[in-house]
């Protein structure tokens, strides 16, 4: 399928990972409806993931787009998700606890007869007070190696508010997803590294940070993000 924004269409194989950065909620809303109803006409099983306020829009914009949202929930095939601590452990954020249910949801998608499965998820939202920046990338790496390497049966849609963000943080995530939607422009990523030497980096300095020893890595970004984190 084509994921389009402004007019402006890439390109979106099984196993997408896709990054918006957005700066105003709403801006959500104008990516994401297209990618679910889009996923409703192609009989995938479908996550949306955010605010009350941001699922009732969602709902209000997919009406208006002519689906019926009541039948597609009840059958299961749309799944809104307004409560975070599902996604949480014990309030707090773990990376590897979130791809869990991601993977979870896509066996759940393909056993219940699902051709494929789409999540769209606001991490500002999730992750608000309950994760440091280590972690989020730690997240992001992980979920490019496991979706896009292994060309799992997903389209995964990611948003960030940049405004609340640290600005070494956003060129971070930038790295991490091979598609990008910022403000009225979606593209191929050009910043976009191999996931799984990025993640490989992640879990060493956290290794050397534990042990107390000094890193090697300490003119790096991620290690002054896990400094920060502190």
């Known amino acids: 399928?084509?994921?389009?924004?402004?007019?402006?269409?890439?390109?979106?194989?099984?196993?997408?990972?896709?990054?918006?950065?957005?700066?105003?909620?709403?801006?959500?809303?104008?990516?994401?409806?297209?990618?679910?109803?889009?996923?409703?006409?192609?009989?995938?099983?479908?996550?949306?993931?955010?605010?009350?306020?941001?699922?009732?829009?969602?709902?209000?914009?997919?009406?208006?787009?002519?689906?019926?949202?009541?039948?597609?929930?009840?059958?299961?095939?749309?799944?809104?998700?307004?409560?975070?601590?599902?996604?949480?452990?014990?309030?707090?954020?773990?990376?590897?606890?979130?791809?869990?249910?991601?993977?979870?949801?896509?066996?759940?998608?393909?056993?219940?007869?699902?051709?494929?499965?789409?999540i769209s998820m606001d991490m500002t939202w999730l992750t608000h007070e309950v994760a440091t920046p280590e972690q989020i990338l730690k997240y992001e790496a992980a979920s490019d190696a496991v979706f896009t390497f292994q060309n799992a049966p997903i389209i995964a849609l990611m948003h960030y508010d940049y405004s609340k963000l640290p600005g070494m943080l956003v060129v971070e995530l930038l790295k991490l997803h091979p598609i990008a939607v910022v403000g009225k422009f979606i593209k191929r990523n050009p910043y976009y590294l191999n996931s799984e030497q990025y993640l490989l980096k992640i879990l060493r300095v956290s290794r050397e940070k534990n042990r107390g020893a000094p890193s090697p890595l300490s003119d790096n970004p991620l290690e002054r993000l896990a400094e920060r984190a502190r």
């Open 1 to 118: 399928m084509d994921l389009s924004v402004e007019g402006k269409s890439e390109r979106i194989p099984p196993g997408s990972h896709i990054l918006q950065l957005y700066n105003k909620v709403g801006e959500i809303c104008g990516v994401t409806a297209k990618l679910l109803e889009a996923g409703i006409a192609a009989q995938e099983k479908l996550l949306f993931a955010g605010s009350p306020a941001s699922v009732k829009e969602m709902e209000d914009a997919l009406t208006k787009a002519g689906v019926d949202v009541a039948a597609v929930v009840q059958s299961g095939q749309l799944v809104f998700l307004s409560d975070r601590d599902s996604l949480l452990v014990g309030k707090r954020f773990d990376p590897y606890h979130l791809l869990s249910t991601h993977q979870t949801f896509i066996a759940q998608a393909l056993r219940e007869g699902w051709r494929a499965a789409r």
